[in-house]
């Protein structure tokens, strides 16, 4: 029933900073909790970010917090994933997600193409 799509993604040197957006669609548009996650080569699906839909609640991973911010327009329907001081490891493809029950669920229920984002000098 939801539709998103991610850009900003590209290569960045270590210390850059990318913003990733997640612009999503649908018959219905609120009560959506958006969700970060990476995956990298040969490693598991990882949770970076999310935004509550009920009170706009904010939560990080520790290997990003301080680093990235994740916001809202809900004028454009899109998310947000703003992403500064990159390092290496913060390499992979990442995508967003959305599921009505919460920003903790083991699995998010409609999931985007992704994006790959690249640190490297």
């Known amino acids: 029933q939801l539709q998103l799509v991610e850009s900003g993604g590209g290569l960045v040197q270590p210390g850059g900073s990318l913003r990733l957006s997640c612009a999503y669609s649908?018959?219905?548009?609120?009560?959506?909790?958006i969700g970060w996650f990476r995956q990298a080569p040969g490693k598991e699906r990882e949770g970076v970010s999310c935004?509550?839909?009920?009170?706009?609640?904010?939560y990080y991973a520790t290997s990003v917090k301080g680093r990235f911010t994740i916001s809202k327009d809900n004028a454009k329907n899109t998310v947000y994933l703003q992403m500064n001081s990159l390092k290496p490891e913060d390499t992979a493809v990442y995508y967003c997600?959305?599921?009505?029950?919460?920003?903790?669920?083991?699995?998010?229920?409609?999931w985007g193409q992704g994006t790959q984002v690249t640190v490297s000098s």
């Open positions: 935004i509550s839909s009920s009170d706009g609640s904010t």
């Open positions: 649908g018959p219905t548009l609120d009560y959506w909790h």
């Open positions: 997600a959305a599921d009505r029950t919460g920003c903790f669920v083991n699995n998010f229920r409609y």
